[in-house]
């Protein structure tokens, strides 16, 4: 299988840990993209890595949240002090710039955080 | 700014039955993208379709078809002959043109098929 895949898929902590996922994009996809989703909502945007530069960060992203893309292939999200508030389903998504138009961007199964 | 309103929470259809998804977008870019995810209970998004402002023509796959009306700001989905492997969570979205714009998706309605 060659899609986006997110390790791990399920994850609980206790409030006050630090957590951290893992995003292995499409490969030779040089866009990742990372989302959150909660429960009833659609994915809201977080953060966008072209090869290894992070180019925006979402508001939604506070100073607890880091991401990173050392070597242009996969990704980690981290949530230092995780709140009851992080619980929530973690997207990654990748895709490759075109020549020409948008880019379509292919997800993964994602990662649940439950926050206890 | 950006907006996309699905307007229909749930819906649930008899297997076989037509059903549609509503998806009305605002947005002030001359040049956008729409696009459809299915999101199953699995959890993982899967890409369905994109369209961009300039084509307005409809598009059929298989026993889906979409419906897209600039005047009206619509992108709507109809599933025809629904079965039960059809029911999962749709969410409309839409980008901006021009290379790497962020993607705004809808709140999603869920589709249930009753056998």
């Known amino acids: 299988d060659t899609g986006v895949s997110q390790d791990p898929r399920h994850k609980i902590t206790k409030r006050g840990q630090n957590v951290t996922f893992r995003c292995d994009p499409i490969?030779?996809?040089?866009?990742l993209y990372w989302y959150r989703q909660t429960l009833g909502q659609g994915p809201e945007f977080l953060t966008y890595?072209?090869?290894?530069?992070?180019?925006?960060k979402s508001r939604l992203l506070s100073d607890r949240f880091s991401a990173e893309r050392p070597k242009g292939s996969f990704s980690t999200l981290e949530i230092q002090r995780t709140e009851q508030g992080d619980s929530a389903m973690y997207l990654c998504?990748?895709?490759?710039?075109?020549?020409?138009?948008?880019?379509?961007?292919?997800f993964g199964p994602g990662t649940r955080l439950t926050v206890l | 700014a950006q907006k996309v309103t699905q307007a229909q929470t749930e819906i649930s259809v008899v297997e076989k039955e037509d059903v549609t998804l509503d998806c009305v977008y605002e947005?002030?870019?001359?040049?956008?993208?729409l696009f459809w995810y299915k999101q199953p209970p699995s959890g993982e998004l899967v890409f369905l379709i994109r369209?961009?402002?300039?084509?307005?023509q409809n598009e059929i796959s298989g026993r889906y078809s979409w419906n897209f009306q600039k005047s009206t700001s619509s992108f709507n989905f109809t599933i025809t002959a629904s079965q039960v492997v059809d029911s999962a969570v749709y969410f409309c979205?839409?980008?901006?043109?021009?290379?790497?714009?962020?993607?705004?998706f809808g709140t999603g309605t869920k589709l249930q098929v009753i056998p």
């Open positions: 998504a990748s895709s490759l710039i075109p020549l020409r138009s948008t880019d379509t961007q292919y």
């Open positions: 490969s030779e996809h040089n866009r």
């Open positions: 890595f072209q090869n290894e530069a992070q180019l925006e």
């Open positions: 947005t002030r870019d001359t040049t956008y993208y």
């Open positions: 369209r961009n402002s300039f084509d307005e």
């Open positions: 979205a839409l980008s901006g043109g021009g290379g790497y714009q962020k993607v705004t």
